[in-house]
């Protein structure tokens, strides 16, 4: 688990896109941690079972796993807990017990699930943009959803016509053919982090 900032709380647990996605957004997300701790916010960024540098194979991870192991984290980190997640990642968090979540563009379980469709398609194979995945995994993400209830704010890109709290100006940094961080987009999404958080 990456830990930057304080190791007081108030922390953040956040959490990038997932599969393909997630090379992509990590580096975003960690950019965006780096400018919460100048905000007094601690942040933390795990290794899910079956990602990064997780011991578990990809294609053993199954969504209660990924779910038992942020509650996991969220109870090792010093609170009040705030979640950050990216896309498909903000299907994983309801089980942690958090003061607030904050949400780039949320996915819901059938559109997680149509963009790994679509990257099995685009490759010609049997997995999904490189990732073999269980079928239990995958049937757990159809049927997931972001949660609504209690303290949530969805953030969004301004192209994107779904309902959404704020929008930023920015091209999707999970649709960039390399990793490269958007500053001006890390930068909006820390500002409107701390601000949430801090009214909390």
Known sequence: MLRLGPRH?????????LFEEANRTRALIVAILRLLAVHGIGGALPDLP????????????????????????AHRLPGPIHIVALRGAALLDGDVPAVSRWYL???SGEAQRRELERLRIASGGADHGGNRLHPDLLAGLTAARPLTDGRVRVARLADDPRE???????????????????SQLAARCAADIASWIGAA
């Open 9 to 17: 709380g108030p922390t953040v647990l956040a959490l990038p896109a």
């Open 50 to 73: 079956g990602q990064n540098d997780s011991l578990i194979p990809t294609e053993d991870a199954r969504l209660p796993d990924w779910r038992a192991a942020l509650v996991a984290a």
């Open 105 to 107: 563009s949320p996915l």
């Open 164 to 182: 959404a709290d704020i929008t930023f100006p920015a091209a999707p940094p999970w649709r960039r053919s390399e990793p490269e961080v958007d």
